[in-house]
């Protein structure tokens, strides 16, 4: 799945994040059995919020990087696996 739509092998493009259902094989390589994009998974420390945007600092690759989100309406917030 690509954007909640039905997609096949070929829409999926370097770059993207994913998750990706496995099943274990008893006689061979693990199978994937589903594959759905899930768009960017950004981590980082909170330097600013709103009650509509969150701002992060990370630091991939050695880079000091800031960046904005707006949130959506619908944004569900989750600490330490709880709601």
């Known amino acids: 799945m690509i ?3 039905e997609k096949t092998l070929e829409d999926l493009r370097v770059g993207d994040t994913f ?3 496995v099943q274990r094989q008893a006689d061979g390589p693990p199978r994937a059995m589903r594959i759905e ?3 960017m998974e950004p ?8 009650d509509r945007s969150v ?5 991939p690759r050695g880079k000091n990087v800031v960046e904005s989100f707006v949130l959506d309406d619908t944004v569900a917030v989750s600490i330490d696996g709880k709601s």
């Open 55 to 59: 701002t992060i600092h990370s630091d």
């Open 19 to 21: 998750n990706m259902e």
């Open 3 to 5: 954007d909640g739509r």
């Open 37 to 39: 994009t899930t768009g």
């Open 43 to 50: 981590m980082g420390v909170v330097e600013s919020m709103t």
